[in-house]
């Protein structure tokens, strides 16, 4: 799932001890665009989404699970980014490198001739 927003605050990074080793967690609030903006916290976990540098007012585009869990029979949800991309003020994230087109490719003929010196190359096929 896809959440556009504007980043509206980063919460502190937490920290603690878990039974599978320590554990790092920072929540960012996006505010979604719309007649009636509504604010989303997104938690980021690990050290996958480097937080630190998003500047509060930055258009964002997060990617995110949501999943909720039950305990003593209340339900808490989580939403929790994979992903988060900067987008420029159009609202698009930034071009990625393309694929080098077939033309930019030189012809077999200006690759080296293989070695005639009698030795087999050192590739195993």
Known sequence: M???????????????????????????????????????CIAVWGDKINVASFQEGAMLNAFVDVESREWNDKWFTDVKAWKIDVLDNAGTAPQQSQAPNISDVPPIESFPPPSESGTPDDLPF
């Open 2 to 40: 896809e959440i556009k927003g504007k980043l509206f605050k980063k919460m502190p990074v937490q920290t603690g001890q878990g039974r599978n080793g320590e554990w790092k967690k920072q929540e960012i609030v996006l505010e979604l665009e719309g007649t009636y903006p509504r604010k989303v």
